[in-house]
């Protein structure tokens, strides 16, 4: 039976018909439309999920030439919540890309010897959410790593190739959520981008004005950047590639520079009738480096600097110093605009009887504590009292897996100072597989019954 004909039961003739009676056919009318335009409505979310998902970036970073065992990563942002996929023109193989935060997805393939990549292979990215998807063409070949995006650049004219500065505005702070903003100065109609030591992928750069390049780096949670991480400007065009490292920090220094290895020492006393160096070295491995271009040297209230070698790590004055005392003060500034200021004191006896008193120095004037070396014939160079003789010791510690594992000594040598105290020792080192290492130098100079001793270790990348 139907269950609208037994609740509406038609009324009897002895009985009149009630207002609510009559209203009972427009009650049930009204309902019906509500029901049917429910039916019709769709959920914000619903039309939300239905409109096509938006791809920003689309980029590789691939070998310059790619051979069996080569690796392509690919990187897309764009819509969160999708899934994405690149094709590379001859290859049947779909590769899925992995939502690695929200609108970042990434994937690797592996080139195989039975790949047919050539000058001419594309890649297309696609990203796609519910029904809807959008597709992303690579620029140019995968031999080059381009940014689909960017616009076309006007063609740059042969010959005038150049790349005048890379800057980078500097953080308070390196942390996740952080904008890196890079600027480059260069010629125009080219492709520019910039690569961080700690990122996978490299940072394209959009030509904003003729020659001027700009773009930004977001830091990631995942990401592991040093505030003195290398930083490498590219420039490409017309078949020519060019580069520009950065000589700045990532983040605004803070730590000022150390001024160390005073010569002659804190109160020493010398003969007069030899030249006397006036020396130190700076150490500003945590900041952003001395500015050659500020250190003042001032002795005996005499300004010497244009008398000096100056270099970011270390200064040196020579003259032959009359008897009496001496006030040296040197000052500098770091390229943060960091000052400091040191000064010592020193006396120059006239009787030369008063050498016995006079400390014996060892100074390295070649390389600095925790320098940056290669593989290959190295020179130690520096100076100490004539005649010293001079005891070298160095050890290769290689880095295994991260960490300083094997020792190897590669020298053990003696030598003696000439008449004016200066010495050399050469050594070659070997290259250390991946990860560098250090090596370990220990130099001790000894002239009577007086001896110094000087520890140094410079890092050798591979």
Request: no cysteine; charged share 15%; net charge positive.
């Amino acid at each position: 039976m139907n269950t609208d004909h037994a609740i509406a039961k038609k009324p009897s003739p002895a009985q009149p018909t009630t207002r609510r009676g009559s209203r009972f056919p427009a009650l049930l009318l009204s309902a019906l439309v509500a029901i049917l335009a429910l039916g019709h409505a769709e959920p914000a979310a619903a039309q939300r999920s239905k409109a096509a998902p938006v791809i920003s970036e689309f980029y590789v970073d691939a070998d310059e030439e790619l051979r069996a065992g080569s690796t392509l990563d690919f990187t897309l942002e764009g819509s969160a919540r999708g899934s994405a996929s690149v094709r590379i023109s001859g290859i049947e193989a779909r590769i899925p890309l992995k939502e690695v935060e929200p609108g970042v997805y990434e994937g690797r393939y592996t080139v195989r010897a039975s790949d047919r990549i050539s000058s001419t292979t594309t890649a297309r990215g696609t990203l796609k959410r519910g029904s809807r998807s959008t597709s992303s063409l690579l620029g140019e070949s995968l031999g080059v790593t381009v940014n689909a995006l960017l616009p076309v650049p006007t063609p740059v004219q042969p010959g005038v190739l150049a790349i005048e500065s890379l800057a980078v505005t500097p953080l308070d702070k390196l942390e996740a959520g952080a904008d890196l903003d890079f600027t480059m100065v260069a010629s125009p109609g080219g492709q520019a981008s910039v690569s961080i030591e700690g990122v996978a992928n490299p940072v394209f750069l959009r030509e904003i004005r003729s020659g001027t390049y700009t773009g930004s780096y977001t830091v990631r949670r995942s990401d592991r950047i040093a505030s003195n991480a290398r930083v490498t400007g590219t420039l490409l065009a017309s078949g020519r590639t060019l580069r520009i490292p950065l000589n700045q920090l990532l983040v605004k220094s803070v730590a000022r520079p150390v001024i160390g290895n005073l010569l002659p020492v804190n109160g020493a006393q010398l003969s007069s009738g030899t030249a006397v160096s006036v020396s130190g070295t700076f150490d500003d491995s945590s900041g952003s480096g001395v500015d050659p271009t500020s250190v003042v040297l001032v002795v005996a209230g005499r300004d010497v600097t244009r008398s000096a070698v100056i270099t970011p790590q270390f200064f040196n004055y020579r003259a032959d110093l009359e008897a009496g005392s001496y006030t040296a003060v040197v000052t500098a500034k770091d390229r943060a605009g960091n000052s400091l200021r040191q000064s010592w004191q020193f006396t120059v006896l006239a009787s030369a009887s008063a050498a016995s008193s006079v400390p014996l120095s060892l100074e390295l004037t070649s390389h600095q504590n925790q320098g940056q070396v290669v593989a290959g014939q190295i020179e130690l160079r520096g100076r100490t009292a004539p005649g010293a003789t001079i005891d070298a010791q160095v050890t290769a510690v290689s880095a295994i897996f991260g960490l300083l594992g094997l020792s190897q000594n590669l020298l053990t040598q003696s030598t003696q100072a000439d008449a004016n105290g200066n010495f050399r020792i050469g050594f070659n080192a070997p290259p250390m597989k991946q990860g560098g290492g250090r090596l370990q130098i220990t130099l001790t100079a000894s002239k009577g019954n007086q001896r110094q001793v000087q520890n140094l270790v410079l890092i050798q990348s591979q």
